[in-house]
């Protein structure tokens, strides 16, 4: 009896293993899909000196991919691979026809219709067409604020004119960023959402160097947020452009004993102890 | 050292002679390859029904996708070996213990008696063998808490090292000498439940003291075999470099070229050579 039922269990356990990985599961899926990203990695590494019959190859196995698995969450990722690799090969017009296809699928997207027409923008902005891509990104903001892609672009724009030493630009831009973000701060004031806006209008006065515009935000924020929010961070933060940009060492240091006081047991806690000290020995 | 190239001696001549001394062994390796082979497929249906929960319990949702389940395949197949060894492991360790004491004494080879005896002394040698997995499990978590704790104090460096290599290189040598150690302290336990009839508590003891009186050869003869486990160490601590560089199943290879040299060469040595030296200094005993 214990034998036979030890051999059916062996048998059991091997069928098992037999089936094992023969399912068109998530798992075969991924896996599939991990090969697929490889090879398109190869071609991301070196675009110039990719054969454009391997570039053919590539898009027809994600289209392929997608075709065969249309419902899997990477079928959306495969789908802005191929408009990368077009990117990649300088094939702009395909990617743009890529990710118009991605646009008219899944229209009823914020998010991925907001992340699309970014990455539309991204295009004209790797040809050089920078109004165009502005055009795109300003898109953005307007239909798809509150989107994860639509609330971080206001903050990639002065970015691109600092990266192209465009100072009047740059400045122009975080003040329309700072306009905007203030906005949104207003509108949800009790919400992560309006927190995170502050930030976000602290950030743009600290890149034109405005210290003290960005002290005052932050001061706005300890006294919207105090209570109903964890603060550490803010108070560290400002710890440090008291004492690095403005040199103001009294301020710092109480900020510094502010939030050795409020939150005692911060990450920031131990970072905050050395900081005083060495304000202390100054 | 002489002594030891008479144990390597006798070791080596007893597989030559009696190859059915590797059998238990073979058994061993059998039962891990396909425990190795069900940690492969659990993130696949339909082990994965089983698996799922407890993985995505203990490690978390991400090892149950392709390929970070194989970031987690070292770990789960030390542990599914751990079990094998825990309970097939202790029946074999005392079937060779046996098999070789009729070898060293030039009696007839008897492999169902030897199992017999295996099957009588199963629950005290599976207690040595918790015992000791259990003390090297807390022992391995004990020194990185207590490092951690000394640098979180705010120490940059120990004994003039800094704590990144201790946290990482420190851990990995600790774990590894606290292993040999650990093994060399209870591997006589075995041979004295299977062969000498003592019970766990006092087997443990005479174990220990026996390691004592031959600390340097028991040390050489655990610890020469147990180098040739470095480079599989070394391996699955880069599991994540590995399967971003090559591809992801070379870590399942690197489990099976581990095991195959755990079970086939690394434990037949170390068992067979330090059984033959306690045989031996209790032939020298009796002479005296």
């Known amino acids: 009896m214990k034998k036979i039922f030890s051999q059916k269990l062996i048998l059991f356990l091997f069928a098992m293993m037999l089936f094992s990985g023969c399912a068109n599961d998530q798992y075969a899926i991924e896996k599939e899909y991990w090969w697929l990203k490889k090879q398109a990695n190869e071609i991301f590494k070196n675009p110039f000196s990719t054969p454009p019959r391997q570039v053919e190859v590539a898009v027809a196995k994600f289209n392929n991919f997608i075709r065969r698995h249309p419902t899997s969450p990477m079928a959306l990722d495969a789908e802005f691979t191929i408009a990368r690799i077009y990117q990649s090969k300088e094939q702009y017009a395909a990617a743009r026809e890529q990710l118009n296809t991605v646009l008219n699928k899944h229209a009823k997207s914020d998010q991925i219709c907001a992340e699309t027409i970014f990455l539309i923008g991204n295009t004209y902005e790797a040809e050089d067409k920078w109004p165009l891509a502005l055009e795109k990104y300003k898109a953005v903001i307007q239909k798809y604020p509150m989107t994860q892609r639509g609330f971080s672009i206001p903050m990639y724009i002065p970015a691109y004119y600092k990266s192209k030493f465009q100072p009047e630009k740059m400045v122009a831009a975080y003040q329309e960023a700072i306009d905007h973000y203030r906005n949104i701060a207003h509108r949800f004031t009790n919400s992560p959402i309006g927190y995170q806006a502050y930030n976000l209008v602290a950030d743009c006065y600290i890149g034109m160097n405005d210290w003290p515009n960005a002290i005052s935000t932050y001061n706005t924020m300890l006294f919207k947020y105090k209570g109903k929010l964890p603060l550490d961070t803010l108070q560290m933060t400002m710890a440090m452009i008291y004492s690095r940009e403005m040199q103001d060492t009294a301020n710092a240091k109480i900020k510094l004993q502010e939030l050795l006081k409020e939150y005692p047991h911060s990450r920031f806690a131990s970072q905050a102890k050395k900081f005083l000290k060495e304000l202390e020995k100054k | ?288």
């Open chain 2, 1 to 288: 050292m002489s002594s030891i190239g008479k144990i390597y001696s006798f070791t080596f001549s007893s597989l030559k002679s009696r190859p059915l001394i590797f059998v238990p062994f073979l058994f061993l390796a059998v039962i891990e390859l396909i425990s190795l082979c069900v940690v492969y497929f659990s993130p696949q249906l339909p082990l994965r029904l089983f698996f799922g929960p407890i993985i995505r319990t203990f490690w978390g949702e991400q090892f149950l996708h392709y390929p970070a389940n194989f970031a987690l395949l070292p770990k789960l197949a030390s542990l599914s070996q751990k079990a094998d060894y825990l309970f097939f492991g202790s029946l074999m360790s005392s079937v060779v213990v046996v098999m070789v004491s009729q070898f060293f004494r030039k009696e007839k080879m008897n492999f169902k008696s030897a199992v017999r005896t295996g099957f009588k002394k199963y629950f005290h040698v599976f207690a040595v063998i918790l015992l000791v997995t259990v003390l090297f499990q807390y022992s391995m978590k004990a020194f990185p808490f207590v490092l951690y704790k000394y640098f979180s104090a705010g120490h940059a460096k120990l004994l003039f090292i800094p704590a990144s290599l201790w946290l990482s290189l420190g851990v990995i040598v600790f774990n590894f000498i606290l292993g040999i150690l650990l093994q060399c302290a209870f591997i006589y336990s075995i041979p004295f439940i299977v062969l000498e009839n003592l019970k766990f508590g006092k087997a443990i003891v005479r174990s220990m003291v026996l390691f004592k009186r031959l600390f340097l050869p028991t040390l050489i003869l655990t610890t020469l075999p147990a180098l040739l486990y470095i480079p599989i160490i070394i391996l699955d601590l880069n599991a994540v470099f590995l399967i971003d560089t090559l591809f992801p199943e070379f870590i399942f290879l690197v489990a099976i070229i581990g095991l195959g040299l755990n079970v086939l060469l690394i434990d037949p040595l170390i068992t067979l050579a330090t059984t033959f030296l306690f045989l031996e200094s209790g032939k020298n005993s009796l002479n005296r």
